[in-house]
């Protein structure tokens, strides 16, 4: 399966970076080069990397949202996980690095608690 990556600017500076199908060794450069992107376009107040509609991620896929977020730390800007989903959410669990992407609740299905803004 293929990545695609859509970004969204969203009030208050922020922008929404979100990717959907697998991340992996094959895709994970393509969430580095999003981050990338923003930041050469300008500097947002946040970067929301929204994975709810992520199904895999492997340990190079990991490895790129560390450097994303290391890419944007060095710029002054914070990146977060939004609505991970429940594998993305065990993984960044599994690996320790929940704390470090804002400690995200995992997506669900048809919770309203957890609906993207503006559904």
Known sequence: M???IV?????DGV???????????DTAYEVREAVVEVLNQGR????????????F????GISALVAGFQTAEVS???LVVTQPSRFVHRQLWVTGLLGL?????P???GSDAQAPSGA
Do not use: C
Request: proline share 9%; hydrophobic share 40%.
């Open 2 to 4: 293929s990545l695609s």
């Open 101 to 105: 992407f804002g400690a995200p609740e």
């Open 7 to 11: 970004k969204t600017a969203l009030p």
């Open 15 to 25: 922008v929404q970076i979100a990717p959907r199908g697998e991340i992996d060794v």
């Open 107 to 109: 997506y669900y299905a």
């Open 44 to 55: 947002p107040s946040r970067i929301e990397l929204n994975m709810r509609l992520v199904t």
């Open 76 to 78: 002054g800007v914070k």
């Open 57 to 60: 991620i492997d340990s190079v």
